[in-house]
């Protein structure tokens, strides 16, 4: 039996699988080698994962593989995963251990190459050789980039909202949907404690109201900024854009015009990698 994982920073997805169609998803809290301890990862293995999957009537002892994919898991930082998880499952299980924009890759990919973009919370992306990782366009967070993800959608968004420069009806309904104010505002973006994910969570407002002209711009234009910061550096790929992520699938209709307006087509969309993971490593391996 493998294991394949998708983990990032809020939950971590743990795939026990006997083929590609056949398998059971047991859910934790995330994993991040970059902010947390040995400890803390082996603590969400063992108390959450082993016992969710003996719940479930999985047996763990039959583990041959662990295809652990993560936010966080640079070369620096993945040999603690692979050490909290040979702790909890026994040094017999072979563990690997990457980044998860390498799962995005095969996941959008498999084994040829390709464009492969991280678009959710935050974005993210790469040129693909169907093997390796071979270009990368430093993502660089939020504050300094992150075009084309949920929090500078976000943010672009509450721009428009305290600036005026949307229509005033859809000032007005958010402030009284939200029941929310500038001064809220400010706090929850400069002062708590993940203002990324406050950011994002936006989207809620945003999606049902996408017929907006207005809004539908705002949208096409923060992926038109995210393929001209980051896709257009690929100078040797194939002009087709592959994307995962809740912000990708949820908004492939405005990909795909800010695609066709740079020059690119829409490729492969995946709300999350697991299904794509899937195929890659009960074909290749």
Not at 35 to 64: C, N, P
Not at 232 to 249: D, L, Q, T
Request: proline share 3%; hydrophobic share 40%.
């Amino acid at each position: 039996m493998k294991l394949i994982v998708d983990s990032g920073s809020t939950k971590t997805d743990w795939c026990f699988a006997q083929s590609s169609d056949t398998y059971v998803l047991v859910q934790t809290d995330g994993i991040n080698p970059i902010v947390q301890s040995f400890d803390e990862i082996v603590s969400v293995v063992q108390d959450q994962m082993l016992t969710r999957a003996k719940q479930q009537f999985i047996d763990v002892a039959s583990l041959e593989n662990v295809f652990f994919y993560g936010a966080g898991c640079t070369p620096e930082h993945s040999h603690i995963v692979e050490e909290a998880l040979h702790s909890a499952l026994g040094e017999s299980v072979s563990v690997y251990v990457e980044s998860d924009l390498l799962a995005a890759a095969r996941a959008l990919c498999g084994t040829h190459p390709g464009i492969a973009c991280i678009l959710g919370t935050g974005s993210n992306s790469c040129y693909f050789d169907g093997d390796k990782i071979k270009e990368h366009t430093p993502a660089l967070g939020y504050i300094l980039g992150d075009e084309g993800s949920g929090a500078v959608l976000g943010r672009t968004f509450i721009n428009g909202i305290l600036k005026g420069t949307l229509p005033q009806e859809l000032r007005d309904e958010f402030f009284e949907g939200y029941h929310t104010s500038q001064a809220d505002i400010i706090n929850n973006v400069y002062h708590s404690a993940l203002p990324n994910r406050f950011l994002a969570s936006l989207s809620k407002f945003i999606l049902p109201r996408i017929s907006n002209e207005k809004l539908e711009a705002l949208v096409v234009r923060n992926f038109e900024s995210f393929i001209i910061n980051n896709v257009k550096n690929y100078a040797y790929a194939e002009p087709v854009i592959n994307a995962v992520g809740s912000v990708a699938y949820l908004y492939h209709k405005q990909l795909e015009q800010a695609a066709n307006r740079q020059g690119y087509r829409l490729g492969k969309i995946l709300k999350s990698p697991l299904e794509g993971l899937l195929k890659y490593h009960f074909v290749n391996n």
